[in-house]
């Protein structure tokens, strides 16, 4: 029976998720990084089982993962699952997926939540390497689990108190449309070494160098890939994140996050 699985990653945790899950499904399960695919008309699969697999940013899904769920065309019958990781708050993207696969006609057959290690420095640094190991423990024993359910197509509820997912999907409402242009707020120290890889890591292509240093064109998706990967710790954001623990999954590396495709 065959497999796909949807990604959006910018620090691996993701990704991590998504190549643990196609190692327990086995053999006919492929993984998507969905910045490869985002700029198709129509972003198609006649898998029998299709999973979405991406951070949870704004108390919602990426922008990416948004426009990508318009786009998605699947089998009638696939079994379709997702699965969200966070840092802080859970919030209620599952129900947002839930929602545009249903006005697409499709269901949305499970969905699960991984707690990772945060990633969105502007708030606060990354967890110690410690909490890190016993986050990455859960992790393993809860796909093993997850992929039973998934291989034998359980169903699967998608839970959450009313008041709070209507909370969060206003939230996401209100703050999505602010997104892009919030890129404004990134800027470089000296420490930069013209090395440009921010640009390379970029999943829309936001960023061009100008005079060796990155320039943001107003496009952001808010994941802080540019930030999290520089090799120099010069890319910031507002005043907090200089000095702060910067992360990314320790078995995911930088060319992992670099699109296959360029857009």
């Given at each position: 029976?065959?497999?796909?699985?949807?990604?959006?990653?910018s620090?691996?945790?993701?990704?991590?998720?998504?190549?643990?899950?196609?190692?327990?499904?086995?053999?006919?399960?492929?993984?998507?990084?969905?910045?490869?695919v985002?700029?198709?008309?129509?972003?198609?699969?006649?898998?029998?089982?299709?999973?979405i697999?991406?951070?949870?940013?704004?108390?919602?899904?990426?922008?990416?993962?948004?426009e990508?769920?318009?786009?998605?065309?699947?089998?009638?019958?696939?079994?379709?699952?997702?699965?969200?990781?966070?840092?802080g708050t859970p919030?209620?993207?599952?129900?947002?997926?839930?929602?545009?696969?249903?006005?697409?006609g499709?269901?949305?057959?499970?969905?699960?939540?991984?707690r990772?290690p945060?990633?969105?420095?502007?708030l606060?640094?990354a967890?110690?390497?410690?909490?890190?190991?016993?986050?990455?423990?859960?992790?393993?024993?809860?796909?093993?689990?997850?992929?039973?359910?998934?291989?034998?197509?359980?169903?699967?509820?998608?839970?959450?108190?009313?008041?709070?997912?209507?909370?969060?999907?206003?939230?996401?409402?209100?703050?999505?449309?602010?997104?892009?242009?919030?890129?404004?707020?990134?800027?470089v120290?000296?420490?930069?070494?013209?090395?440009?890889?921010?640009?390379?890591?970029?999943?829309?292509?936001?960023?061009?160098?100008?005079?060796?240093?990155?320039?943001?064109?107003?496009?952001?998706?808010?994941?802080?890939?540019?930030?999290?990967w520089?090799?120099?710790?010069?890319?910031?954001?507002?005043?907090?994140?200089?000095?702060?623990?910067?992360y990314?999954?320790?078995?995911?590396?930088?060319?992992?996050?670099?699109?296959?495709?360029?857009?």
């Open positions: 029976m065959r497999t796909s699985i949807y990604y959006f990653t620090t691996g945790n993701s990704l991590k998720i998504a190549r643990d899950l196609a190692r327990e499904l086995g053999d006919g399960t492929d993984l998507t990084f969905i910045p490869d985002i700029k198709k008309d129509e972003i198609s699969t006649d898998a029998d089982r299709v999973g697999v991406y951070p949870v940013y704004m108390f919602g899904e990426p922008l990416i993962v948004s990508f769920m318009g786009k998605l065309a699947l089998k009638d019958d696939a079994y379709v699952f997702a699965v969200t990781n966070y840092g919030g209620a993207p599952l129900q947002q997926t839930e929602g545009e696969l249903k006005r697409a499709l269901e949305l057959s499970a969905g699960f939540r991984f990772m945060n990633n969105y420095t502007p606060k640094q967890p110690s390497e410690n909490k890190q190991k016993k986050m990455f423990s859960k992790e393993a024993e809860k796909v093993k689990e997850i992929a039973g359910i998934v291989k034998e197509k359980k169903k699967v509820a998608v839970s959450g108190f009313f008041l709070w997912v209507w909370i969060a999907r206003l939230l996401w409402k209100i703050f999505a449309p602010m997104v892009p242009s919030c890129d404004k707020s990134f800027w120290t000296d420490d930069c070494t013209s090395c440009g890889l921010c640009e390379k890591v970029c999943p829309v292509d936001n960023i061009i160098m100008e005079s060796g240093r990155p320039k943001w064109m107003g496009k952001c998706q808010s994941c802080l890939a540019c930030l999290q520089c090799p120099a710790e010069a890319v910031q954001y507002g005043k907090n994140t200089k000095g702060r623990r910067r990314h999954h320790p078995e995911v590396n930088v060319n992992d996050i670099m699109r296959h495709n360029k857009i």
